[in-house]
């Protein structure tokens, strides 16, 4: 399983530990990954994903998983959440 936000593109970045003498090591920063079920109203049905906890936030203020979608860019989403993209926006056509 990839350290990737299904919905959003976040990924792990990198940057260094400094110790007190100000030694540097590199270090990974890590998303904060949580799998989640996510309701469409549009599908009537859940759909799982492994989403950061920053994304979760997002898509509770934009108002639910079809909303957030929508606005979504296609480039950031997974092969899944742009399927179910998709079939929201044909479910509405």
Do not use: Q, W, Y
Not at 34 to 57: G, H, K, Y
Not at 83 to 88: G, H, M, N, P, Q
Request: net charge positive; aromatic share 4%.
């Amino acid at each position: 399983m990839s350290r990737r936000c299904e919905l959003t593109g976040k990924s792990p970045m990198v940057g260094n530990n400094v110790s007190h003498a100000n030694n540097k090591t590199k270090r990974r920063f890590l998303p904060n990954l949580n799998d989640v079920s996510l309701t469409s109203e549009t599908l009537n049905r859940t759909f799982r994903f492994r989403i950061a906890a920053s994304t979760l936030r997002t898509v509770d203020h934009r108002g639910g998983l079809d909303a957030f979608l929508a606005k979504a860019k296609d480039e950031d989403l997974s092969p899944s959440a742009l399927k179910v993209k998709r079939d929201i926006a044909a479910a509405r056509a």
